[in-house]
């Protein structure tokens, strides 16, 4: 999305009636066609085609076309397939859905407008979809003030925000390069330091980042691989996974705290630490005793927990990290849920569970998983999906991007990003369901900070939405 599009709203306001004449979106389409959908209706197709819709199919929120499984009756035949709106029938190919098998069982193409040059829809098998241009009265019909307040007021109901309403495109297609745009990003902060250093260094700092990403700590954590290198990680983990962890929690004061406290898991820690005689920089976090806050459940987010956490994953490695997590990906790209096999390998589970929950200390019968499936959700998506990217675009690993990508779009979501709350009013609007995919999140937190981070100033912001209903004048 263009950072200035909000802006140019601000500047450049239409009128309502002047929306709905000439930047109707296909949304409001795709509405006011299931209004009009009668089965004993008989429509003609540009190409002569006589058609009816006996049943409209299901109106799909996901990929793909926009109404699945319609039941058709097309020259008197009837045939079950899909049907794709549009406002202008040359959005077909600007969509790109000539070339996308998601759109070969498309048997009706329905359009506002059709250009002179327009020589038919084309799916990627080469077969021609009929194309139904609406007639002037799905339009003229605005012109009604009455039926003009009634569709204004069903998209106040939707609380549509006004740069939603400039987008003269697929809002599928608008999600999926936001989203792209964040792993993209992500992708060049790991280009830019694989001049430094080993591949498998660059991971190993980037899982240490992915800690602390959405909380306070986000620092720290790259701090800590500055002082404990993962070539140095690897001998420890090695001998013994507890001798990292003591390193790790005495270095942000964590083990310090627990040996005040006289917990016994702290003072075994502290026992491996002396032995090994490591002393480093302590890095100090713990000003007051409010910086870790106590939570009766999981996941949490303060730095000890998830330190235990990455140690309990590293612990399970096998041979390089690079070489590992490619190993695993190729373990888990068979299965239907991908996904699932990381939420194994990064639910670490540990018996001491109350040691970093209440600094009491006792061995748990049952141990407790130390972070929950969102955020691996969130360090699949941010860190290991682009990494896996990074590795097949510069040649150092052979497997084939569109599977990742693949992956990537069926990630669920995460589901605890504060901007999301400030994206409501978009997300209820672009995808009108409740539970969101993980691409579709990022799409919405790119969203916010290319566009509206930038230009809070919004007549019909939706953080106001209210105010601004009262500017929308009918004329």
Not at 33 to 40: A, G, H, Q, T
Request: aromatic residues 12%; glycine residues 4%.
């Amino acid at each position: 999305m263009e950072s200035n599009s909000c802006v140019t709203y601000v500047k450049d306001r239409k009128d309502t009636k002047a929306l709905f004449k000439e930047g109707i979106n296909e949304y409001e389409i795709q509405c006011k066609w299931l209004e009009i959908m009668e089965s004993e209706r008989e429509w003609r197709t540009e190409e002569g085609h006589r058609v009816r819709i006996l049943s409209p199919g299901h109106h799909n929120l996901y990929g793909g076309p926009d109404f699945k499984d319609a039941l058709i009756e097309i020259n008197r035949s009837t045939f079950r397939g899909d049907i794709e709106i549009h406002q202008k029938a040359g959005d077909w190919y600007q969509h790109g859905h000539h070339k996308d098998k998601q759109y070969n069982r498309v048997l009706l193409h329905v359009v506002l407008t059709q250009e002179k040059n327009f020589q038919g829809a084309i799916n990627s098998e080469g077969n021609i979809i009929p194309t139904l241009v609406l007639p002037h009265s799905f339009i003229e019909k605005r012109d009604n003030p009455a039926k003009e307040k009634e569709i204004l007021n069903n998209i106040t109901h939707l609380k549509i925000p006004p740069c939603i309403k400039q987008i003269q495109f697929d809002y599928e297609v608008l999600v999926r390069i936001l989203s792209q745009q964040r792993v993209l990003r992500r992708l060049e902060q790991m280009r830019t330091r694989f001049r430094e250093v080993s591949l498998d260094e660059l991971i190993y700092e980037f899982l240490f980042y992915s800690l602390g990403m959405g909380t306070k700590y986000a620092s720290l954590y790259m701090n800590l691989t500055k002082l404990i290198s993962y070539s140095q990680a690897k001998i420890w983990l090695l001998e013994d996974p507890r001798i990292l962890e003591a390193v790790l929690l005495h270095t942000i004061g964590y083990l310090q705290k627990g040996v005040a406290q006289r917990n016994p898991y702290a003072l075994v820690l502290e026992d491996i630490r002396k032995q090994h005689e490591l002393h480093f920089t302590h890095i100090d976090i713990l000003h007051e005793e409010k910086s870790y806050p106590v939570f009766s459940v999981y996941p949490q987010a303060h730095p000890a927990i998830r330190i235990a956490c990455l140690v309990g994953f590293l612990s399970k490695m096998e041979g390089q990290l690079s070489e590992f997590l490619y190993f695993l990906w190729n373990q888990s790209v068979t299965s239907d849920s991908p996904w699932v096999l990381w939420e194994q390998f990064f639910h670490t589970h540990h018996y001491y569970w109350s040691y970093y929950n209440t600094w009491e200390m006792k061995r748990n019968p049952t141990p407790h998983k130390l972070i929950g499936k969102e955020r691996v959700y969130s360090i699949l998506g941010n860190i290991l999906i682009p990494f896996f990217i990074f590795s097949i675009q510069d040649g150092l690993w052979g497997e084939r991007e569109e599977k990742v990508w693949n992956v990537y779009y069926r990630l669920p979501g995460e589901n605890n990003h504060w901007l999301l709350k400030k994206m409501q009013a978009h997300a209820e609007f672009l995808f009108l369901r409740r539970n969101l995919l993980f691409f579709e999140q990022q799409a919405l937190i790119q969203w916010y900070n290319t566009g509206c981070s930038i230009h809070p100033q919004c007549i019909d912001c939706p953080w106001n939405i209210r105010a601004g209903i009262n500017n929308i004048v009918l004329s």
